[in-house]
């Protein structure tokens, strides 16, 4: 069964650093895709980026990006140059293409300190 | 604007009673999903809706049902048989079979009387 573990019940780190939330998962399926979704205090769910297994690059959507290594199952969201705005809960999240269902890991809660 | 709307944004439910949230799409997307996210966790998954007319059961399906009589609609129902009914339901909508990313509703928080 696909599973998606995210060991960092929360996060803290100072305005304008870069900070890495990780993600690890487990999916016996060769085709899958993964993403990073952000959720503020107000509830909604925001898309912030997105992974193919089989991309060869790593993606990238403005201050963040996504450090894929395949082997070890690991998809970590790098948010670059911090601001108080991205406080928020962090949610990874697997597809896997054969069962057609996202599952989402249990997030991570950042806290962006001025 | 395209986007997905859920409503009401909050709901009270007395015991016994069964409840409907709303959820209607603008996006053309064939696929719908309902999740349920309890205070400091993920999500999961209860229904989702490839197409018109037929839904398959998620991780908690029971005490809820759904219906999809028209693509921009999926209507969530949580019955008086879901006994701990209190949380946040997201509505979500995407293209079916493509790895593209949901699109989510700012959801409905639904508390018992």
């Known amino acids: 069964a696909q599973k998606i573990t995210q060991t960092q019940p929360g996060m803290f780190v100072q305005e304008k650093e870069a900070v890495t939330l990780d993600c690890t998962y487990d999916?016996?399926?060769?085709?899958?895709?993964l993403f990073w979704y952000k959720q503020p205090s107000s509830g909604e769910m925001i898309f912030l980026i997105y992974q193919g297994s089989y991309d060869q690059q790593n993606a990238t959507e403005g201050r963040y990006s996504l450090n894929f290594q395949k082997a070890r199952k690991s998809a970590n969201l790098v948010i670059s140059a911090s601001q108080l705005g991205d406080s928020a809960m962090y949610f990874c999240?697997?597809?896997?293409?054969?069962?057609?269902?996202?599952?989402f890991g249990p997030g991570t809660s950042l806290s962006v300190i001025p | 604007d395209g986007g997905i709307t859920q409503s009401p944004k909050y709901l009270f439910r007395k015991e016994g009673q069964n409840v409907t949230l709303s959820c209607e799409q603008n996006?053309?997307?064939?696929?719908m999903y309902w999740y349920r996210q309890d205070p400091g966790q993920g999500l999961r998954l209860i229904y989702y809706s490839q197409i018109v007319n037929d839904f398959q059961k998620g991780d908690i399906a029971e005490g809820y049902s759904v219906s999809r009589e028209k693509k921009e609609s999926f209507p969530l129902t949580v019955t008086s048989a879901q006994k701990n009914p209190t949380a946040f339901y997201l509505c979500?909508?995407?293209?079916?079979?493509?790895?593209?990313?949901?699109?989510f509703g700012d959801g409905t928080r639904l508390s018992i009387l």
């Open positions: 979500a909508s995407s293209i079916w079979g493509s790895n593209q990313p949901q699109h």
């Open positions: 999240a697997i597809l896997q293409t054969s069962y057609d269902k996202v599952i």
């Open positions: 999916t016996s399926d060769p085709s899958y895709g």
């Open positions: 996006l053309n997307h064939d696929a």
